[in-house]
């Protein structure tokens, strides 16, 4: 074709103008994986035949993951690709957050707290969170968690130490 | 504000009677056995079978809790940080009291200094095994069957720091044998390769090779411990033949540094008491474990013991991690 | 032929008695009940409930026990479909259909299919471990580590089918697990690796990090971020169970399942993990429209949760005949065995034949069982699904929370959770999957250990995967079934390349 579409022409350059698509974040991000992985593989001995040693199979499945990188940047950089959508940066942060209060909170302070903290926190995320429904629902659960993994299954879980010890 | 003398009083009565408690009426709740293993292996098997014992003589449940990672060394390092009241206690082997310290050199704890110990709670004998098909037909034809062709053979091990692994280095050492290692994850997998004629030879802990030897799928030469055991009465010990390596695993209960004497004496008591019941014995026995008997028993043997393996077993591990 | 009757008799009349069958059916009530809990696996499932049998005789208590098993492998299943989230390796393969299948209000016919297929798969498998349990027990034995590689590079073939999208990024996934499964103690140098010194991980990232992880959490996040498509259950649900048009699709994809899982699930070392993967893959490759995987295809369920029963029932067969037990939860069963004072080994079926036979004849009792117990609770696990997604997703929250912490009472590993959370998240922007990543993740270990077994066997020789029948087979297929599978991808840019 030796006229070509100027709309065409058009959405090719807006095309090529985003080139920090996904395929080509979705190869940096592998890239750095392998960097990190090859970089944490690093001392170890790859060994020889008769003795494959520990690093063989971490740095060369990172080697391996650069090679799909450095493709994926490749094709992301000619071709036509999507863009990233947007994170959910508030889902992120109170559900992690519920997670890690959780994680934090259990040993010391027992599952009553741990407990109700990482429902209440992570039930942040939402927009459609009621807020006397889920302190409600996050009650019930809790009793319902401590009899069922406490009561009848025993799981060594520490309860409430501060108050009751145990 | 005026402190009244009255209230004072009271306060330190109150003080006072809830601390007395706690050292005299020991044990008050349930007590936390640390397995530093997963369900189901020996160590756990036999915690369960001398806690569920001691619960009845001490009057309170012991609930044996699995914490496995890191050749066991996790779960002792939990048990080792643990308040000394009494209520967390643990079970290690010799794995985790005598090689840790050779193969883990960020251990957390120091097997000599970091507990209370209680006492050995069992020793398994290790057996030197081979595949069906291997030529030698007795101890004697198999050391220098091994001398002749080690290096062409294959030894199979659980896994660096498994008993398995920790026992065939001394073997091996001990006698010059060079054979290539083979490392599986877990006694089962290495079980399974000895049976199917891939590996050529283990030693390992009489618990997990007594069905197979019993239904001849594998051979076994000889027993590393003075008497013949139970479980196996038909195979020689190293001793009767004239080999001098006895090598038994072990399993010992601690608790944290710091436990008050009277609650040692109590779990002390508690379990001399459980080895000596008829029906544990009994169990041992088909287990292919003894316990420990007269000055072996109580803290002072396992000190002992420990002191000892570590003196022996550090070495051989140090010297072969310098290959 | 009359042996197998009088003893399968035998076995009947001990796992019919009236106490040993109520104990099947408490075991298999209380396994699915507590294996539905998202983060609870099966192996914590019975881990947790061992003490429970220790009052009972032997035999009953290993009835409960593998009724235990079964029914916290099909809870996991039943995790999967509803909430995306895999309690066991073997489940992973049933989120990808399954789930979606329960998105589009399909859920009941899900789970109906997933009961009925499993029932098939194991009143078959029982059959097979009846009639061929030694012959099969020294066939696997033959299996040598070389052998066992080849296998894993075949199964690893497998996530070349199983990509929905684009083959580059699935073979990056799977390479970036078999990356995260190298992390851990090393079995044959002792050497930690990747691990930064943090003993948390010192023994290897647990699977259920991942899958709750980048499966259960992600998808949290996923939803979150995109209100309209979560929740919206069709209004109508429609039918609750399978009807005879789903049972015509799925009747050839059970069968195959069944085979495939039969025949990997008695291998040592847990090569059952394999069926349901390989089972997909076939049932992709077979199907007359491909496209449909990973939108609801129902024989993306029947297939492998076929081959998950039936791998899950003959991998009991080294168990019983050896006393070797090929995977951790078998390895728990002995445990238990040994506490109840049987001593697992090769000379159970002569000395203890009412054990044996008595186990095999439970196990299809306990298939029974399961279909019983499981019908009818679809009707209530499909009116969960109808919870507002604002109570559903914390509730998660905490069962994972405290199902991962009670895996090693570590709250580290809770924590690491959530980072494979952020980590499964940013996967999916990326437009990466995970099914591939976990497939890499659970084959990478079992292959590099064989390989390096191989090679120290072998001195270092190459030849020994040419050498070997077995391994040569395996490897041959394997290069088949690539080819075969690369093969489109190639002919289909082809294509394109010669209409512009």
Request: net charge neutral; proline share 6%; charged share 15%.
């Amino acid at each position: 074709m030796a006229v070509e579409d100027p709309a065409e022409q058009s959405a090719g350059e807006s095309a090529r103008s985003t080139f920090l698509n996904r395929e080509v974040l979705a190869g940096l991000f592998l890239l750095a994986s392998a960097a990190f992985g090859y970089y944490a593989a690093y001392p170890l001995d790859a060994g020889s035949m008769s003795g494959v040693g520990s690093g063989l199979m971490p740095k060369s499945v990172a080697l391996g993951l650069g090679g799909f990188g450095v493709y994926l940047v490749a094709s992301g950089l000619v071709g036509d690709h999507e863009r990233v959508e947007g994170f959910s940066l508030r889902g992120i942060i109170f559900v992690l957050g519920g997670i890690l209060a959780f994680a934090a909170t259990v040993r010391p302070m027992g599952l009553l707290v741990a407990g109700p903290l990482a429902m209440l926190l992570s039930s942040l995320a939402d927009q459609d969170t009621r807020p006397l429904e889920i302190l409600i629902f996050t009650a019930c659960m809790t009793l319902g968690c401590y009899l069922l993994f406490k009561a009848l299954l025993h799981l060594p879980i520490p309860v409430l130490p501060p108050l009751l010890g145990y | 504000m005026k402190i009244t003398r009255r209230t004072a009083i009271a306060a330190v009565a109150a003080l006072g009677v809830t601390a007395m408690p706690a050292f005299a009426q020991y044990p008050t709740k349930p007590i936390t056995a640390i397995v530093p293993f997963a369900a189901g292996g020996p160590t756990d098997v036999v915690t369960r079978l001398v806690t569920e014992h001691m619960s009845r003589t001490l009057g309170q449940q012991i609930i044996v809790e699995n914490i496995g990672g890191a050749g066991g060394t996790i779960g002792m390092s939990r048990a080792a940080a643990a308040e000394p009241d009494g209520y967390t206690i643990a079970v290690g082997n010799m794995g985790t009291q005598s090689a840790a310290p050779a193969l883990y050199p960020n251990l957390k704890y120091d097997p000599a200094k970091s507990f209370t110990q209680i006492s050995i709670v069992n020793f398994t004998p290790q057996t030197i095994v081979s595949k069906k098909d291997l030529p030698p037909k007795d101890l004697k034809e198999m050391l220098a069957y091994l001398k002749a062709n080690s290096e062409k053979m294959n030894y199979g091990h659980a896994g660096v720091g498994s008993i398995s692994y920790v026992s065939g280095f001394v073997f091996n050492s001990q006698f010059g044998f060079k054979p290539a290692l083979v490392a599986y994850k877990g006694t089962g997998p290495a079980l399974n390769d000895l049976v199917g004629g891939q590996i050529d030879y283990m030693v390992d802990q009489s618990l997990n090779v007594i069905p197979q030897i019993t239904a001849g799928t594998i051979k076994a030469y000889a027993v590393a411990h003075p008497e013949r055991i139970a479980a196996l009465p038909n195979v020689p010990t190293t001793k009767e033949l004239g080999v001098d390596f006895i090598f038994s695993a072990w399993n010992a209960m601690v608790a944290p540094k710091g436990l008050p004497k009277d609650i040692q004496d109590k779990l002390v008591d508690a379990l001399s008491k459980a080895m000596d019941d008829p029906a544990i014995i009994k169990r041992y026995e088909q287990l292919g474990s003894t316990a420990p008997k007269g000055a072996d028993r109580g803290p002072a043997g396992l000190q002992k013991l420990v002191e000892k393996e570590v003196a022996r077993i550090t070495p051989v591990l140090k010297a072969a991690a310098a290959k | 032929m009359w042996d197998l009757v009088s003893n399968l008799q035998l076995g009947l009349s001990v796992a019919g008695s009236l106490h040993n069958a109520a104990l099947c059916f408490l075991g298999c009530l209380i396994g699915t009940l507590i294996g539905v809990l998202p983060g609870v696996g099966p192996i914590a499932t019975i881990a947790m409930l061992l003490p429970l049998t220790f009052g009972l005789d032997p035999v009953g208590a290993l009835i409960m026990l593998a009724g235990i098993y079964y029914g916290a492998q099909y809870g996991g299943s039943t995790t999967a479909i509803l909430v995306n989230i895999p309690g066991e390796a073997t489940a992973v393969v049933t989120v990808l259909d399954g789930h979606q299948m329960a998105k589009q209000g399909r859920a009941g016919i899900a789970l109906g299919i997933a009961a009925i297929g499993s029932f098939i798969a194991g009143t078959i498998a029982t059959i097979i471990i009846a009639a061929a349990a030694k012959p099969l027990t020294s066939l696997a034995l033959l299996f040598g580590p070389a052998d066992y590689f080849a296998l894993m590079v075949l199964g690893l073939m497998f996530a070349v089918v199983l990509a929905r999208g684009s083959v580059p990024k699935a073979i990056a996934m799977i390479l970036f697990g078999i990356l995260l499964s190298t992390v851990g103690t090393d079995i044959e140098t002792g050497e930690e690796r990747l691990t930064f010194g943090w003993m948390e991980i010192a023994d290897g990232i647990d699977f259920a990090i991942i899958a709750m992880g980048m499966f259960g959490f992600a998808e949290i996040l996923r939803n979150l971020e995109h209100r309209e498509a979560r929740g919206v259950v069709s209004a109508k649900i429609g039918q609750l169970l399978p009807n005879f048009s789903d049972f015509k699709t799925s009747f050839a994809p059970i069968l195959r399942g069944t085979g495939i899982g039969s025949l990997l699930g008695f291998l040592p070392g847990n090569g059952a993990v394999l069926g349901p993967f390989a089972s997909y893959s076939i049932e992709k490759k077979l199907a007359k429209d491909p496209s449909r995987f990973g939108q609801g295809a129902i024989e993306g369920v029947a297939g492998p949760e076929s081959a998950n029963n039936a791998g899950a029932q003959t991998a009991f067969i080294p168990l019983l005949t050896l006393g070797i037990p090929p995977n951790a939860v078998m390895a728990l069963m002995i445990g238990a065995m040994t506490i109840h004072g049987i001593v697992p080994g090769p000379q159970i079926i002569s000395k203890q034949p009412d054990l044996f036979w008595g186990m095999i004849a439970s196990m299809w009792i306990g298939n029974l069982m399961l279909l019983i117990i499981n019908l009818p609770l679809i009707g209530i696990w499909v009116r969960l699904l109808r919870v507002p997604y604002r109570l559903m997703f914390p509730a998660i929250v905490i069962f994972c929370c405290i199902g991962i912490y009670s895996i090693n009472n570590s709250p580290t590993q809770v924590a690491l959770t959530g980072a494979f959370a952020l980590f499964g998240y940013l996967l999916i922007k990326l437009g990466f999957e995970q099914a591939p990543l976990l497939l890499g993740f659970v084959l990478g270990n079992l292959m590099e250990e064989k390989l390096r077994q191989a090679m120290v066997i072998s001195r270092g020789s190459l030849w020994t995967f040419v050498d070997r029948p077995v391994s040569l087979g395996l490897l041959v297929l394997a290069l088949i079934v690539f080819i075969v599978s690369a093969l489109p991808a190639i002919s289909r840019s082809r294509e394109t390349v010669f209409t512009e």
